[in-house]
């Protein structure tokens, strides 16, 4: 009967030590618990899920255009192209030629001239051109053309032409020297007119420049 009361005990005993270990434990648990919330900050950070971001493009908030203020000024450059235009000069034709006639003009200082053109050639052209007019050889067509070569003349058609204030005129010296003599407009004409109605062309044959229907110069040109 003894040894059951002191069976029961120990087991009271026993009992009440694992009762006290475990109200130990959880008193150290609440401690250690209290702890951890002095140390644990108030709010954790915020974290977007991806859930969050919008998937649909319309969805994305638009980023406000700046309005022009009134202050802004817009400048315009406007830019001008000049064009210039150049005078080009009278185009001047030089030619050989027979005076073939004359008439007084509408104007005082002002005579029109009827001129036969004509080419004057020399060396090989010469000799070619000398053989198809004239039908002979070679031979004979180079010695006709060698001294002063071959003056053609196969185009009849008649060129008129006036005088103005200031062309030039040459006419042939006394003595029918190769370089002509610059005169003025009425000796040209007292010199040369008669010689013209004449047909003499040793006197009318000239070289003549012109612009447009007008002459420029008029000279008498040595022919042997």
């Given at each position: 009967m003894?040894?059951?009361?002191?069976?029961?005990?120990?087991?009271?005993?026993?009992?009440?030590?694992?009762?006290?270990?475990?109200?130990?434990?959880?008193?150290?648990?609440?401690?250690?618990?209290e702890r951890i919330k002095d140390t644990t900050p108030d709010s954790e950070p915020q974290t977007t899920e991806a859930a969050d971001l919008p998937t649909d493009p319309s969805e994305v908030p638009a980023t406000p255009v700046p309005s022009?203020?009134?202050d802004d000024t817009t400048t315009t450059t406007t830019t001008t192209t000049t064009t210039t235009t150049t005078t080009q000069p009278p185009k001047v034709e030089s030619y050989y030629a027979y005076i073939y006639d004359w008439e007084p003009g509408a104007s005082t200082g002002e005579t029109r001239f009827a001129f036969d053109r004509v080419e004057w050639l020399v060396g090989e052209e010469a000799i070619r051109a000398?053989?198809?007019?004239?039908?002979?050889?070679?031979e004979e067509a180079e010695q006709d053309t060698?001294?002063?070569?071959?003056?053609?003349?196969?185009?009849?058609?008649?060129?008129?032409?006036?005088?103005t204030e200031t062309t030039r005129y040459y006419v042939p010296d006394e003595i029918?020297?190769?370089?002509?003599?610059?005169?003025?407009?009425?000796?040209?004409?007292?010199?040369?007119?008669?010689?013209?109605?004449?047909?003499?062309?040793?006197?009318?044959?000239?070289?003549?420049s012109v612009i447009g229907d007008s002459l420029a110069?008029?000279?008498?040109?040595?022919?042997?």
């Open positions: 003894r040894k059951y009361i002191i069976v029961t005990m120990l087991l009271i005993l026993v009992f009440c030590i694992s009762t006290l270990l475990t109200g130990c434990d959880g008193i150290l648990r609440l401690f250690n618990l022009a203020s009134s000398y053989i198809v007019d004239n039908k002979c050889s070679w060698q001294e002063f070569g071959y003056i053609r003349n196969v185009d009849k058609k008649l060129y008129w032409y006036r005088t029918l020297s190769v370089e002509p003599i610059e005169v003025d407009y009425t000796t040209f004409l007292v010199t040369m007119i008669p010689y013209i109605e004449a047909d003499n062309i040793t006197y009318t044959f000239v070289e003549v110069s008029i000279k008498w040109v040595f022919t042997p």
